[in-house]
Structure formats: C-alpha cells, structure tokens
C-alpha cells in the first residue's frame, strides 16, 4: 500500500513539473487594500430580552466599515491557449486562497437623547476561497466566478455592544487585472447572492441586523 502510494506520488509531482514547466500552471501571491461597504435594511437597533420584549430603541445608527488589508496565494492552470502564444488568447481557471481584515465601527443613538448612546469598533477577519474562471489577452485579464466564504469572525476590540454575523456561504467576485512578468495589478469586487445578518448584544439584550455586505480589493502580486 505504501509503495503503491509512493508511486502515486510520484506520478502526481512528475505530472505537475511537466506542467510547471510548460507554464501551464503558476503559483504566485498578492497583496493590497480592501474596502467593503454595508447597507442595511434596518436604520435602528431595536433590543428585546430574553423573551422578546421590546427594551430600548436606538434610532440613530451609523455603521461605518473601514479601510482594511487582503493577502492571498494565488494558484492558477490553464485550460486553453490560441495558436499565437505571443499575443494571443489565454483561458485559466485559478483558485485563491484569500485572508482579509478591516475594522468596522457601530454608533448608535436615542432620537430623544442624544447624549444617550453605544459605540463599538469590531475587526472583521475572513477566509475566502474564489473559484475564477480567467480570459487573458496580451496582458489584459479578466476574471469571473464563485467565491466560498470558509471563515469570518468578528472580534470587538473596544465598546458597548458585540456582534455575531451569519452571512451567506457563497458570493461571487468579478475582476480585470494586468500582468507584466512577473508582476501582476488586480482590481476586484466581490459581491453576495443573498442578506447577510448579524446578532448584536448588549449585557442580557440583543437587536438583529440584516443587510448586504460587498467589497472592493486592489492587489499587487508576483508569480514564482
């Protein structure tokens, strides 16, 4: 068994080498700046008790995501290539494996006491797994595919209320990038199929949010 799982091995890295070497598959990473946006459908966070009973009402709430950061490695195969190598049409399917973060702050406050208000600031983290189906052209690229939502957590770093989100499992990503060389420029947005929603606590009361989460990325990478 474990020789016969040795030669399978074998088999497998001599197949990718081949590949490798005919540039058919490339491995590489990216980093950049990240911004996501949050429209929700609720303008207030009403809080209830354990038994549903309705306790405060704050109608003044602001929630503002901000800048963050996003680093992936990127693995990419090609699938197809036109005749005319040099400028030439190009099809890839490339898989990411993407980690995110940027801090997101809740202000809300009563309309009938403006001094009576809540503050929080929560890091968003998150591990992304796009599927893209790719369409390259001299250096042009485009892409387009699913992407599964693996990971996200959302940590209160300071303030009054915390936050527990069920987003969706699946969103999908649209981008156009630039490759020269080795050194590759991608602009992507990463949208979701459907609401995310989000649990909000405070001491022994609890509001639900609901509302559509979506992202701007710009990348520099380099393949190996």
């Not at 405070?202 to 992202?215: D, E, P, V």
């Amino acid at each position: 068994m474990n020789k016969r799982l040795l030669i399978l091995l074998c088999a497998l890295m001599c197949v990718c080498t081949e590949a490798m070497a005919e540039r058919r598959i490339k491995l590489g990473a990216r980093a950049g700046l990240l911004s996501r946006s949050l429209t929700l459908d609720d303008k207030a966070l009403n809080f209830t008790d354990a038994h549903g009973t309705a306790v405060q009402s704050y109608e003044k709430l602001n929630v503002e995501s901000r800048y963050g950061f996003n680093a992936a490695l990127v693995f990419r195969a090609r699938v197809w290539q036109s005749k005319n190598e040099v400028e030439g049409a190009s099809l890839y399917v490339e898989c990411d494996a993407e980690y995110a973060q940027n801090n997101i702050v809740i202000d809300a406050r009563r309309e009938s006491d403006d001094t009576d208000f809540i503050s929080s600031k929560i890091t968003l983290r998150t591990v992304d797994v796009p599927v893209l189906l790719c369409m390259r052209a001299s250096v042009v690229r485009l892409c387009a595919g699913p992407v599964l939502h693996a990971f996200r957590m959302y940590d209160v770093q300071s303030g009054d209320v915390n936050v527990n989100g069920a987003n969706p499992i699946c969103g999908y990503t649209l981008g156009i990038g630039f490759d020269f060389g080795k050194v590759t420029l991608d602009g992507r947005y990463c949208g979701e199929f459907t609401k995310g929603s989000w649990d909000v606590s405070k001491s022994q009361t609890s509001a639900h949010l609901t509302g559509a989460m979506s992202s701007w990325c710009i990348n520099l990478g380099v393949a190996f």
